[in-house]
């Protein structure tokens, strides 16, 4: 069974501060790794992916893989009210055709003004 | 359409009945994708079509559960004989090539199915 686990929340953090959400996975084969950002009652969206160890930025957000931990998080610098939505995690280990995702529980972050 | 469109937005049907669930990709899509969200939890993938052909169908719960795509394009998602458990956020997503690496997928706003 392939798992990806994330804290379900609510994070809270203030407006401007950073959110650091986190996520692990069960599956060494592991490959890809997707942040999608879940606004309630609207579909998932993706923010970011990354695939190597390490860090990736894109604006306010940086992504960092540790693959032998099986970690990976999304860092969201000076968080703002907008930004309050459930942030998914999603995994991609590679070896079947489609290349689907096994999504965590997603955490619900909270910026507050 | 400039994204994927699913039909219809909700849907409440009666236990036992049937229920067709619609998807439209982004026109030149190649990859399709069925999840299914149930409240507070993440999506749970269904079945892929690359094309025509269902190439991974290994997440639909059981038999009552079935999709087609007959022309590779348009996308519709079956399910007989509806329970109450069956109740969710059935989502769409597509591609152009298949596979998400290096390639984002766009979700679809999903169709809510409430059985009572």
């Known amino acids: 069974q392939k798992e990806v686990e994330q804290n379900s929340g609510p994070l809270s953090v203030p407006e401007g501060a950073i959110a650091s959400l986190n996520c692990t996975y069960s599956?060494?084969?592991?490959?890809?790794f997707f942040w999608y950002r879940q606004y309630s009652g609207k579909s998932p969206e993706l923010i970011m992916f990354i695939y190597s160890n390490g860090d990736k930025e894109d604006g306010r957000f940086t992504a960092q893989l540790n693959k032998a931990s099986q970690y990976v998080s999304l860092l969201i610098r000076d968080s703002q009210p907008s930004d309050s939505a459930t942030y998914l995690c999603?995994?991609?280990?590679?070896?079947?055709?489609?290349?689907?995702?096994?999504f965590g529980g997603g955490t619900r972050l909270m910026v507050k003004p | 359409g400039a994204g994927v469109s699913q039909t219809p937005s909700n849907k409440v049907t009666e236990k036992g009945k049937y229920v067709e669930l619609r998807c439209d990709p982004i026109?030149?899509?190649?990859?399709l994708y069925w999840y299914r969200q149930s409240l507070g939890q993440g999506p749970e993938f269904l079945i892929y079509f690359q094309g025509t052909g269902a190439a991974d169908d290994s997440g639909l719960p059981n038999d009552r559960f079935f999709a087609v795509r007959p022309e590779g394009s348009v996308s519709t998602l079956k399910i007989q004989r509806t329970e109450r458990g069956d109740s969710a956020v059935y989502l769409c997503?597509?591609?152009?090539?298949?596979?998400?690496?290096?390639?984002?997928?766009?979700f679809g706003q999903g169709t809510r199915l409430t059985v009572v």
């Open positions: 999603a995994v991609n280990n590679g070896d079947n055709a489609g290349n689907m995702l096994t």
């Open positions: 599956d060494r084969g592991s490959q890809s």
């Open positions: 026109s030149g899509h190649t990859a």
């Open positions: 997503a597509s591609s152009p090539h298949g596979g998400f690496l290096n390639t984002e997928a766009f």
